[in-house]
């Protein structure tokens, strides 16, 4: 004989409340089971280059602790080369994409650029694509010095992330970023 237990609903019943509790039994379950995918960022950076690796790892910080704690970080350094061809194949393949200290791509699945270089934009047509863009998570600042520094004070001014603990790193890619522009003339 089957007997229902006090706490189970009768199974003809499927109010919200009832579908609320069973999803979160379920997701409890997938959670303790390692089941659950975890959300992917893809952070693209300028390779072989101090401030580019600060940049990756200060972007990192911030959106771990101000935007998504479980996200599962890919990076992949970018180097220039002639011509157009820099963002080819899958670059762009998390479920968040950023490019933080190189240039600009128009792609729709970039979600986040942070750059301070006077020659972020491939082409007028991409200049023009950045400067339409409203989802306020890409910011240039050709003023800046380093890529770093401008991450993190974007990131404290309008995200409230707390940039002090990296207050060294932002220094010494300050430093290296200025020396290595300063060397080329």
């Known amino acids: 004989m089957n007997r229902r237990r006090k706490e189970d609903p009768p199974s003809d019943t499927y109010s919200l409340a009832n ?15 390692r089941l659950l995918i975890r959300m992917k960022l ?16 200060t972007f990192t910080r911030f959106y771990k602790e101000r935007i998504h704690t479980d996200a599962e970080v890919q990076y992949a350094g970018l180097l220039h080369r002639p011509g157009n061809l ?5 670059m762009f393949d998390g479920d968040e994409n950023a490019i933080v200290d190189f240039k600009y791509s128009p792609s729709e699945k970039l979600t986040w650029w942070f750059d301070h270089h006077q020659s972020a934009f491939l082409t007028p047509a991409d200049e023009a694509h950045f400067r339409s ?9 050709p003023d800046r010095k380093s890529c770093t520094e401008f991450i993190a004070e974007v990131a404290r001014e309008k995200f409230g992330f707390d940039d002090q603990p990296l207050r060294e790193l932002v220094h010494w890619a300050h430093i290296i970023e200025c020396k290595s522009v300063f060397s080329r003339f």
């Open 133 to 141: 863009d409203k989802s306020g998570k890409k910011f240039l600042d």
């Open 42 to 57: 893809r952070v693209l950076y300028h390779g072989h280059c101090f401030d580019g690796v600060a940049s990756a790892a």
């Open 86 to 90: 820099l963002f080819e194949g899958n």
């Open 19 to 33: 579908v609320i509790q069973i999803l979160l039994r379920l997701r409890a379950f997938c959670t303790r089971q």
